[in-house]
Every structure is written in structure tokens, then in C-alpha cells.
């Protein structure tokens, strides 16, 4: 799902999200704010808890990561029809989840709180922040 060479020689990330946000979060930082949920006791049982690190559109991300990695990538946003017809295993799937989350942004951004996330782990990264500790770690194909 990382960047891809086109023909035209240009890297792209491609994904069925228009200009919709995206929720993300470093997976170290969600077990960081489940402990810290668990440090709290009783407090959260029975309610359901939300987190995320940013909500970014995946232009935001595509100019994160030229700037990290050092070399331009640009997004292309495609239909969810198109996107589950690249035929790789589970488009489908991957194809129907970007769609739920283009076409119901608002609930899905609103119900992660960056804030409280923040509150649960002061040291909660940004995607850049991110990107800085693994950008060796993303292949360009």
C-alpha cells in the first residue's frame, strides 16, 4: 500500500478517499493509550473509547512523505469501483473500508479524539513524527 512507481517514472500512493481525512495512530502509541486506560481503573468500563493521532487527507500524507523520503509522491484518489478492481488480494475489502470511511468522515474522525488520545499519552506522534522514525522502512517500488 506504499508508494508505487508509475510509467510516467513518478511515485504515487493510491486509495478510494476524494479529500476525506483519514484517522491514524502509530501502533506503539495506541498500546500506550490502552495502558494508560487501564492505569485508570474502573473509570472506562462499558464505554467505548476513540483514539487517533491526526486526521489527515491523503494529499497531507503523500506531501509528508515526499518530504520525508526525499523524493515526490503524489496521491491519486480513484473510485472505490476502481480501486476493488485492481485484483490484488482482499481489493475488496480494502476497497468497501476506504468507502466507509470517505463516505462517513464526520462520524468516523469525530468518534477518534486526538485530544483525549493526547491527555492518555503526552508523547502521541504526528504522521511526520512518524514517518521520521520509519521512513527506512517504507519501500519505493
Same mark, same amino acid.
Given at each position: 500500500?506504499?508508494?508505487?512507481?508509475?510509467?510516467?517514472?513518478?511515485?504515487?500512493?493510491?486509495?478510494?478517499?476524494?479529500?476525506?481525512?483519514?484517522?491514524?495512530?502509530?501502533?506503539?502509541? !495506541?498500546?500506550?493509550?490502552?495502558?494508560?486506560?487501564?492505569?485508570?481503573?474502573?473509570?472506562? !468500563?462499558?464505554?467505548?473509547?476513540? !483514539?487517533?493521532?491526526?486526521?489527515?487527507?491523503?494529499?497531507?500524507?503523500?506531501?509528508?512523505?515526499?518530504?520525508?523520503?526525499?523524493?515526490? !509522491?503524489?496521491?491519486?484518489?480513484?473510485?472505490?469501483?476502481?480501486?476493488?478492481?485492481?485484483?490484488?488480494?482482499?481489493?475488496?475489502?480494502?476497497?468497501?473500508?476506504?468507502?466507509?470511511?470517505?463516505?462517513?468522515?464526520?462520524?468516523?474522525?469525530?468518534?477518534?479524539?486526538?485530544?483525549?488520545?493526547?491527555?492518555?499519552?503526552?508523547?502521541?506522534?504526528?504522521?511526520?513524527?512518524?514517518?521520521?522514525?520509519?521512513?527506512?522502512?517504507?519501500?519505493?517500488?
Amino acid at each position: 500500500m506504499g508508494p508505487k512507481k508509475g510509467s510516467d517514472g513518478k511515485y504515487a500512493i493510491t486509495f478510494p478517499m476524494g479529500t476525506a481525512r483519514l484517522s491514524g495512530i502509530a501502533a506503539e502509541d !495506541i498500546g500506550k493509550c490502552a495502558y494508560a486506560l487501564f492505569k485508570r481503573g474502573k473509570e472506562f !468500563i462499558g464505554k467505548t473509547i476513540g !483514539i487517533a493521532g491526526e486526521h489527515l487527507t491523503l494529499e497531507t500524507m503523500a506531501k509528508s512523505m515526499t518530504k520525508a523520503l526525499g523524493v515526490e !509522491i503524489q496521491y491519486n484518489s480513484v473510485p472505490p469501483d476502481v480501486y476493488r478492481g485492481f485484483g490484488f488480494p482482499g481489493a475488496d475489502d480494502v476497497g468497501n473500508m476506504f468507502q466507509i470511511y470517505m463516505e462517513f468522515e464526520g462520524p468516523f474522525t469525530d468518534m477518534r479524539d486526538v485530544n483525549f488520545a493526547r491527555q492518555l499519552n503526552p508523547q502521541l506522534k504526528t504522521f511526520d513524527q512518524w514517518l521520521g522514525q520509519n521512513k527506512s522502512r517504507i519501500p519505493l517500488e
